[in-house]
Antibody, heavy 120, light 110 residues
Framework: QVQLQESGPGLVKPSETLSLTCTVS?????????WGWIRQPPGKGLEWIGN???????YCNPSLKSRVTISVDTSNNHFSLRLTSVTAADTAVYYC?????????????WGQGTLVIVSS | QSALTQPASVSGSPGQSLTISCSGT?????????VFWYQQHPGKAPQLIIY???NRPSGISDRFSGSKSGNTASLTISGLQAEDEANYYC??????????FGGGTKLTVL
């Protein structure tokens, strides 16, 4: 059973950078699969942020691409998200997930999610 | 990229069948068989219930089924149960090598 756990600050100031890490357990990132970040503003729907392959190749939501960096650390079996210049609109529950079905959007394992609030 | 279009809400009585539609374009739903459906209960992470248009992951009830016609995908839930009350999201791969979600449908079991 693949397990994912998000970690990072729950409060970020406007204009600063949001940084989250997703630690993967019971599965080696190096084994393959794609890994993704998805967010959900309070009371709203899901928004895909981006995916990364274990090799480091990424693809992101065009609406966020200029502010997003996704990276992978296979030695520590985790991957990370950086979102720069945040505003209140970036307040959301952030989920990490495994896209285990080829990188086409089939997220078969999810973290529990972490709420990030952007506020001064 | 535009989100896929889903009805905001649907409702049904226990035992009934109902269908949730997911309308896209020829660049996403109509182009690929990479359409996924997720169920999300309040306060919980989404769960994959349909992948590649019509396949169920292990452990998902066969009361859930998926299909596609042209640019529209559909999720059908048969034998509606109280536990099916949740939000449902469709999701598709696109020609831009991106992924796009539907806006979500709130299912109420009457």
């Amino acid at each position: 059973q693949v397990q994912l756990q998000e970690s990072g600050p729950g409060l970020v100031k406007p204009s600063e950078t949001l940084s989250l890490t997703c630690t993967v357990s019971d599965y080696s990132i190096s084994s393959g699969s794609y890994w993704g970040w998805i967010r959900q503003p309070p009371g709203k729907g899901l928004e895909w942020i981006g995916n990364i392959y274990h090799s480091g190749s990424t693809y992101c939501n065009p609406s966020l691409k200029s502010r997003v960096t996704i990276s992978v650390d296979t030695s520590n079996n985790h991957f990370s998200l950086r979102l720069t210049s945040v505003t209140a609109a970036d307040t959301a529950v952030y989920y990490c997930a495994r896209d285990g079905l080829g990188g086409y959007g089939g997220f078969d394992y999810w973290g529990q999610g972490t709420l990030v609030i952007v506020s001064s | 990229q535009s989100a896929l279009t889903q009805p905001a809400s649907v409702s049904g009585s226990p035992g009934q069948s109902l269908t949730i539609s997911c309308s896209g374009t020829s660049s996403d739903v109509g182009r690929y068989n990479y359409v996924f459906w997720y169920q999300q209960h309040p306060g919980k992470a989404p769960q994959l219930i349909i992948y590649n248009v019509s396949n169920r992951p292990s452990g998902i009830s066969d009361r859930f089924s998926g299909s596609k016609s042209g640019n529209t995908a559909s999720l059908t839930i048969s034998g509606l149960q109280a536990e099916d009350e949740a939000n449902y999201y469709c999701y598709s791969y696109t020609t831009s090598t991106t992924l796009v979600f539907g806006g979500g449908t709130k299912l109420t079991v009457l």
